[in-house]
């Protein structure tokens, strides 16, 4: 016998009220479209799963809609590609918040999101992995690669605190790099001179031979471009670490 979708919450809720909200609610909306039979109710749960998802609905309803969803076949492999498909038309912080629920009703703890996890949503390109040349670098810092071929590109994303020592890139012509502030705040300095402080969209031209360093500002995450500029007998040579009694004269 098939199963009939009865709704009383309209008329508990709001049946003295708004007496007609209530009636719509209970009796056309969960009492004839719920129970219309040309598509099964689970295909209906994720139907509305995905309408409350587009319309950035991730209150109590769509928690109630995502258990409906599971009471009624809805596996946790099925919801995990419905929502992951959805992101892709209605946005990802959509599908952040909706997973964060399904989880819930799927009965798994949604771990806590690290602040590396944070600021990697609010920047463009991948944080990457640790940098293999942290042994050159005050603090944590992370190193992922843009474009490998033409011109070398990579991202290079600094904790906050964290700065690279002091360095010079080497080139008998040409040579030199650009750094393209794609994230956080940050700083660059050049040996003897005042630093320049960096936030998105700041464009840093260095030459060759030129002694520097460049880095996060004390109380913020920092990315920036590194692109290699093309020269003959190029490299780096990395000198000592920047201060810390320099480093604290910061902001």
């Not at 056309?28 to 209906?44: M, P, Q, S």
């Not at 209150?59 to 919801?79: C, F, M, P, R, W």
Request: one cysteine or more; proline letters at 6%.
């Amino acid at each position: 016998m098939k199963e009939k979708i009865v709704q009383t919450a309209g008329r508990t809720q709001l049946g003295d009220f708004a007496p007609m909200f209530a009636h719509l609610n209970d009796d056309v909306l969960f009492g004839e479209v719920w129970n219309e039979e040309a598509i099964d109710v689970k295909t209906k749960c994720i139907v509305t799963v995905v309408s409350l998802m587009a319309s950035g609905i991730t209150d109590s309803s769509l928690a109630y809609h995502l258990q409906n969803a599971k009471t009624h076949g809805v596996t946790k492999e099925e919801i995990a590609a419905i929502i992951t498909h959805a992101t892709m038309y209605v946005g990802w912080p959509k599908g952040w918040a909706v997973f964060r629920l399904a989880k819930e009703v799927w009965n798994e703890e949604v771990p806590a999101m690290t602040e590396k996890d944070r600021y990697q949503n609010t920047i463009f390109f991948p944080i990457g992995e640790p940098n293999p040349y942290g042994q050159f670098f005050v603090g944590q810092s992370y190193l992922a690669p843009v474009s490998t071929e033409q011109v070398p590109v990579f991202n290079v994303t600094f904790e906050p605190g964290c700065r690279n020592n002091w360095h010079i890139h080497h080139a008998k012509s040409g040579g030199g790099q650009m750094l393209i502030c794609v994230g956080g705040r940050g700083y660059y300095q050049e040996w003897g001179r005042e630093p320049v402080e960096m936030t998105p969209g700041t464009v840093v031209n260095i030459p060759p031979e030129v002694k520097h360093w460049h880095g996060a500002a004390p109380d913020s995450w920092f990315s920036h471009l590194a692109v290699e500029v093309a020269g003959e007998e190029t490299g780096t040579e990395w000198r000592e670490a920047v201060s810390g009694e320099d480093y604290g004269k910061l902001k």
